[in-house]
């Protein structure tokens, strides 16, 4: 009888354990649910101060093209060709352009989501850039804050610089 007695007490002790453990499992399932993916994984993008417009409206998939790099002038999007990607506004100049970018947006997006490539290199952090400072550097589309940072990866080792800024951006998203 005592034993039946622990075992059933045993078994009820049991019962309240796996009730708040599934009780936590569904309330981590509901919160999951309600919450953005943005808000759960979405890494920094460069936007202005007011607002989530990314790199300063510039039509990021209009660097890529030989006329852009030619002139080398960023060609300003539209709010009408407007993608919502990582949190943030990205401005296109035509439907082609926002179209190429919805469908591989990896592909597409500066390097550390057009934050400044050389403050980074400097551990100065994550550095708001406009999109009219800009070079590739092994066809990866970097973002500079100033034509000074731009020219400091010109002339100097920039593979180092990026190794870097890889680095350091790797830190940051992870925090």
């Given at each position: 009888?005592?034993?039946?007695?622990?075992?059933?007490?045993?078994?009820?002790?049991?019962?309240?354990?796996?009730?708040?453990?599934?009780?936590?499992?569904?309330?981590?399932?509901?919160?999951?649910?309600?919450?953005?993916?943005?808000?759960?994984?979405?890494?920094?993008?460069?936007?202005?101060?007011?607002?989530?417009?990314?790199?300063?409206?510039?039509?990021?998939?209009?660097?890529?093209?030989?006329?852009?790099?030619?002139?080398?002038?960023?060609?300003?999007?539209?709010?009408?060709?407007?993608?919502?990607?990582?949190?943030?506004?990205?401005?296109?100049?035509?439907?082609?352009?926002?179209?190429?970018?919805?469908?591989?947006?990896?592909?597409?997006?500066?390097q550390?989501?057009?934050?400044?490539?050389?403050?980074?290199?400097?551990?100065?952090?994550?550095?708001?850039?406009d999109?009219?400072?800009?070079?590739?550097?092994?066809?990866?589309?970097?973002?500079?804050y100033?034509?000074?940072?731009?020219?400091?990866?010109?002339?100097?080792?920039?593979?180092?610089?990026?190794?870097?800024?890889?680095?350091?951006?790797?830190?940051?998203v992870?925090?």
């Amino acid at each position: 009888m005592q034993q039946t007695l622990m075992t059933m007490t045993l078994m009820k002790g049991w019962l309240v354990v796996g009730f708040w453990a599934a009780v936590q499992v569904i309330v981590a399932t509901v919160i999951l649910v309600i919450t953005p993916a943005t808000a759960l994984a979405a890494e920094p993008v460069s936007t202005g101060h007011w607002g989530k417009t990314a790199i300063g409206e510039q039509d990021t998939v209009a660097y890529h093209s030989a006329a852009v790099q030619q002139n080398h002038q960023a060609l300003r999007g539209s709010e009408r060709y407007r993608v919502s990607w990582q949190g943030a506004d990205w401005y296109f100049a035509s439907q082609a352009s926002a179209d190429k970018f919805r469908a591989d947006p990896q592909r597409y997006r500066p390097q550390y989501n057009g934050h400044c490539s050389n403050a980074l290199s400097l551990g100065e952090g994550l550095i708001a850039t406009d999109g009219t400072v800009w070079e590739f550097f092994d066809d990866q589309l970097h973002l500079f804050y100033a034509e000074r940072g731009r020219q400091r990866w010109l002339k100097g080792d920039w593979k180092h610089y990026r190794s870097q800024a890889d680095a350091a951006w790797s830190k940051l998203v992870a925090e």
